[in-house]
């Protein structure tokens, strides 16, 4: 009988969380100017934001929500480059990362580099964080000043004007909404990253 009322606990707990409703103004913001073409979820970040750091090495929300997003969504990921000395350069590199299909292996350690360990003071700095992550030097050469990366790095500065970023992390459904931390619950930062997927699952499906 426990283990059916267990089953049951866990059923409408279920539901509640699937049938939950956000609203627009509190866990999201309307755009009062859609910006279309945009990928269909965007996270904007960079790598000198202490926030961003927190957000994807010791939280990983941005893992949560690929994970709780239905499947066959796209989530893209753009540096910004308003931030810190070389947030050009890290743009670029971070291009350089998505023309190679590297992101995965230049996140954790461009973090730790940059905000950890300092030791990304210029371009050359950067170059080796890719290339201490098993990057071939001469494709990140190859890559740097590539029509492709030059490309990227126009859709980065694009999405971000277009869409009047103000800051960092954002994320974007759509090109219609932005989620909104601000009005989430922080009491626990579990739920609250449970939240955040959810409310991006929750706008991707959104009519």
């Given at each position: 009988?426990?283990?059916?009322?267990?089953?049951?606990?866990?059923?409408?707990?279920?539901?509640?969380?699937?049938?939950?409703?956000?609203?627009?103004?509190?866990?999201?913001?309307?755009?009062?100017?859609?910006?279309?073409?945009?990928?269909?979820?965007?996270?904007?970040?960079?790598?000198?934001c202490p926030h961003?750091?927190?957000?994807?090495?010791?939280?990983?929300?941005?893992?949560?929500?690929?994970?709780?997003?239905?499947?066959?969504?796209?989530?893209?990921?753009?540096?910004?480059?308003?931030?810190?000395?070389?947030?050009?350069?890290?743009?670029?590199?971070?291009?350089?990362?998505?023309?190679?299909?590297?992101?995965?292996?230049?996140?954790?350690?461009?973090?730790?580099?940059?905000?950890?360990?300092?030791?990304?003071?210029?371009?050359?700095?950067?170059?080796?964080?890719?290339?201490?992550?098993?990057?071939?030097?001469?494709?990140?050469?190859?890559?740097?000043?590539?029509?492709?990366?030059?490309?990227?790095v126009a859709q980065?500065?694009?999405?971000?004007?277009?869409?009047?970023?103000?800051?960092?992390?954002?994320?974007?459904?759509?090109?219609?909404?932005?989620?909104?931390?601000?009005?989430?619950?922080?009491?626990?930062?579990?739920?609250?990253?449970?939240?955040?997927?959810?409310?991006?699952?929750?706008?991707?499906?959104?009519?």
């Open positions: 009988m426990k283990k059916i009322w267990l089953a049951l606990t866990g059923m409408m707990l279920a539901f509640s969380v699937s049938a939950a409703q956000y609203t627009d103004g509190k866990e999201f913001i309307t755009l009062q100017k859609p910006v279309a073409g945009e990928p269909q979820v965007l996270e904007f970040f960079s790598f000198y961003c750091y927190q957000f994807e090495e010791v939280l990983h929300v941005s893992d949560t929500v690929k994970k709780k997003l239905p499947e066959g969504t796209k989530m893209t990921k753009y540096h910004v480059e308003f931030l810190g000395p070389l947030g050009k350069d890290l743009t670029q590199a971070w291009a350089v990362a998505l023309a190679l299909g590297v992101e995965d292996k230049i996140t954790a350690p461009m973090f730790e580099a940059v905000q950890k360990t300092q030791s990304v003071q210029n371009v050359a700095d950067i170059r080796n964080v890719f290339i201490n992550a098993g990057v071939k030097a001469e494709e990140y050469d190859a890559a740097w000043n590539s029509f492709v990366v030059k490309s990227l980065q500065e694009k999405a971000a004007a277009d869409l009047q970023l103000q800051g960092v992390p954002a994320i974007f459904v759509n090109g219609k909404y932005q989620l909104n931390p601000q009005g989430m619950d922080t009491s626990n930062m579990d739920a609250f990253v449970q939240q955040y997927a959810a409310v991006a699952k929750f706008l991707v499906e959104k009519k």
